[in-house]
């Protein structure tokens, strides 16, 4: 008994597992770049919130600073060594988070 092998027909039987397994392929690839996309929107976000909570610190300082600066040209009001510690301190916390911006400034830049 020969069997007769029609080759279209052995073709096109040929071809549906690939055909299912590029179709898998093409929604696995699509999932794939939606998930990247978010990810780079939540990592926008972050680096803007980073930023905004730099700005932010830095913006605490600044008021502290000059609150710290009115209350010592007060004659009356008796500022003890506290506030001036604090005021260098955070004079130096201000100076040592602009030095670290900068260094990763630097570094990413080379």
Known sequence: MTIQI???G????MSIPSAITGFCFWLLQKNITKRDAVRDKQEEAKKENELLLIRGVGAAIALGEATARAMQRIPDAHCNGDMKEALEYAQKVKHEQQDFLRKQGIENLY
């Not at 052995?10 to 039987?13: D, F, H, R």
């Open 6 to 8: 029609d080759i279209m």
């Open 10 to 13: 052995l073709l096109a039987l």
